[in-house]
């Protein structure tokens, strides 16, 4: 039987958590922020094995004016094939309002061999609210094929697009997701984004990490660091090394 479930949080200044709501397999736990009282932390706790396939799960996280949240996750998401062969669902609803600013740091999102999943995240941000936004996808477990995964980011600043963009990998996915152009055979891939509004007049350079992860500022005060990697642990160390890098060069939070 397939599941249906939305979390919700809801985040105030003064390190306030008005509406924490747990749903199904998406436990939310308010856990010590590293920031100081002014700030709010919420860890996701996977109550049960999902998505399956069927599945329709969604986590919506509203940081109102003034407010400052992080969210991260006590383990990795495995997407995993249900009896019924359906495709999955996993939607992802962020608002961050004025002078407001959201750290989202899942962990890795590992998508199983057989599994179908289509995730979708959407990131409404006031004109200067901040916001630091990292994803990492994992293609198999070990010593396994991937199964089918399309995932959307999509970032609006003051109700105009900043960033669209889809990626799709798996059998059911569009040829050459595999090839040189592509992943190279990695089995790692994710992003960074980092949106401040005191990288729009001294935005960073375009620059190379190592030699499979590049920095892009996006402009308007974004900048994205995109990078594929042999595993998990590798693809984690690129992308810490990028935001420590640009917080050194402008603190973000």
């Known amino acids: 039987m397939s599941i249906r479930a939305t979390a919700r949080i809801v985040a105030a200044p003064g390190g306030r958590l008005p509406l924490l709501e747990s749903d199904g397999p998406l436990a939310l736990r308010r856990t010590r922020a590293a920031d100081g009282p002014d700030s709010s932390r919420v860890t996701v706790v996977g109550a049960m094995s999902a998505p399956l396939g069927g599945d329709r799960l969604a986590i919506e996280a509203e940081v109102l004016d003034g407010a400052r949240l992080t969210v991260d996750a006590a383990a990795a998401t495995v997407a995993l094939p249900g009896r019924t062969g359906e495709t999955a669902r996993y939607d992802v609803r962020l608002r961050v309002g004025a002078d407001a600013e959201l750290h989202w740091l899942p962990e890795q999102l590992i998508s199983a061999g057989g599994s179908d999943l289509r995730m979708n995240t959407r990131v409404e941000l006031a004109p200067d609210a901040r916001l630091v936004l990292r994803e990492e996808?994992?293609?198999?477990?070990?010593?396994?094929?991937?199964g089918t995964l399309f995932s959307r980011l999509t970032v609006h600043r003051a109700?105009?697009?900043?960033?669209?963009?889809?990626?799709?990998?798996?059998?059911g996915a569009p040829g050459g997701w595999d090839g040189g152009a592509v992943l190279g055979g990695h089995r790692a891939v994710g992003q960074l984004l980092v949106v401040d509004e005191r990288f729009a007049d001294t935005p960073p350079r375009p620059r190379l990490f190592g030699e499979t992860a590049v920095l892009t500022p996006l402009g308007d005060g974004a900048v994205l660091v995109t990078a594929v990697a042999t595993d998990a642990r590798a693809l984690r160390g690129v992308l810490d090394r990028a935001l420590h890098d640009l917080r050194a060069g402008a603190p973000v939070g």
């Open 159 to 171: 109700g105009r697009p900043l960033l669209d963009q889809e990626l799709a990998y798996g059998p």
């Open 137 to 146: 996808q994992v293609l198999g477990r070990h010593g396994e094929e991937p």
